[in-house]
């Protein structure tokens, strides 16, 4: 059973321009939703979190969305960098320390 | 600060071939898990660390998977025998502790099972 779901594998976007990563989820006890950032040959790197308290968290030109009605979270990048193009995962913490993780969606930032 | 290391980054083996992966936290963290992550999915958790205990190891194929974190710093990762499906590459990550939804993750290890 698939809890956290990225139905976009791959999003192509122009420098500038604003990134919006996408993220479904089913389990109503998730506290907490997690995005992070993947490089090829290294670790995922944390990016952002929010509560399941909130709907809205920022940091510099990271924001993340959460509605709980819709069970949906989504990543906006603006302005998008060639730096950004990466694989994004979300992540969703129901218990203390289990994360379960999206498949992960291509970014890439054409200059 | 140091983050998280994890030794080796690659390795070869061959099916029924034993092998381990080492990890060291950031130091001071308490919570310790191991993740295995499949081409083209999200990392799934194997078992999770607080201190040197096992908190949760639900999902961890326990015939040929073990794990230990003597002292509550290190910890190894053996699967014996290994099978082809465990072509993956296993991370390590660690969290202050298990109240703290912030995990950091190490660079990987890629294991080729042929």
């Known amino acids: 059973d698939q809890q956290v779901k990225q139905n976009s594998p791959s999003l192509s976007v122009q420098e500038g321009r604003i990134s919006i990563l996408n993220c479904d989820y089913t389990n109503s006890m998730f506290d907490y939703f997690l995005w992070y950032k993947k490089y090829p040959a290294e670790g995922p790197t944390f990016l952002i979190s929010?509560?399941?308290?909130?709907d809205k968290n920022e940091d510099g030109r990271f924001t993340v969305f959460l509605n709980k009605s819709a069970k949906h979270l989504s990543l906006h990048i603006v302005p998008s960098q060639p730096g950004d193009s990466a694989v994004y995962f979300c992540a969703a913490r129901a218990s203390y320390g289990k994360l379960t993780f999206g498949q992960g969606t291509i970014l890439t930032v054409h200059p | 600060e140091a983050g998280v290391a994890q030794s080796p980054r690659y390795k070869i083996i061959e099916k029924r071939q034993s092998v381990a992966f080492w990890c060291n936290p950031i130091?001071?963290?308490?919570?310790l898990y191991w993740y295995q992550q499949i081409l083209g999915q999200g990392p799934k958790l194997l078992i999770q660390f607080q201190n040197n205990g096992v908190v949760d190891d639900s999902q961890l194929p326990k015939d040929r998977f073990s794990a230990e974190r003597l002292k509550g710093v290190d910890s190894t990762l053996k699967i014996q025998p290994a099978k082809l499906e465990d072509s993956a590459v296993y991370l390590c990550?660690?969290?202050?502790?298990?109240?703290?939804?912030?995990?950091?993750f190490g660079p990987g290890t890629r294991l080729l099972v042929l």
């Open positions: 990550a660690s969290s202050f502790s298990r109240e703290q939804e912030t995990q950091y």
């Open positions: 929010i509560s399941s308290i909130k």
């Open positions: 130091s001071g963290h308490a919570t």
